[in-house]
Nanobody, 116 residues
Framework: VQLQASGGGLVQAGGSLRLSCAASGSISSLADMAWYRQAPGKQRELVASVTRGGITHYASSVKGRFTISRDNAKNTVWLQMNSLKGDDRAVYYC???????????WGKGTLVTVSS
């Protein structure tokens, strides 16, 4: 499965962006789909994940502001990001997890920049 993330860009603090992750193959067999991010000088961190059945998990720093969703029929995952802050600035990566034990597939990142 190849993953392609898109939708990043420059946004003012308080604004919104919607990231998309399109898969070349079927994602219906993947246990989890997730978004990670890596800010300059920091380790990559999990932002949000969604199981095959639609159960979601969010990092505490984005809970209430970000929403992850997945459409297995369209082989696409989205990350709706609202009320963006400077701390959200990072390269965002889409990931697919076959068995629920960690990512097996990674997409190239998309850069999100938040201006104050």
């Amino acid at each position: 499965v190849q993953l392609q993330a898109s939708g990043g860009g420059l946004v003012q603090a308080g604004g919104s962006l919607r990231l998309s992750c399109a898969a070349s193959g079927s994602i219906s067999s993947l246990a989890d789909m997730a978004w990670y991010r890596q800010a300059p000088g920091k380790q990559r961190e999990l932002v949000a994940s969604v199981t095959r059945g639609g159960i979601t998990h969010y990092a505490s720093s984005v809970k209430g502001r970000f929403t992850i969703s997945r459409d297995n029929a369209k082989n696409t995952v989205w990350l709706q990001m609202n009320s963006l802050k400077g701390d959200d600035r990072a390269v965002y990566y889409c990931a697919g997890d076959q068995a629920g034990d960690g990512p097996d597939y990674w997409g190239k990142g998309t850069l999100v920049t938040v201006s104050s």
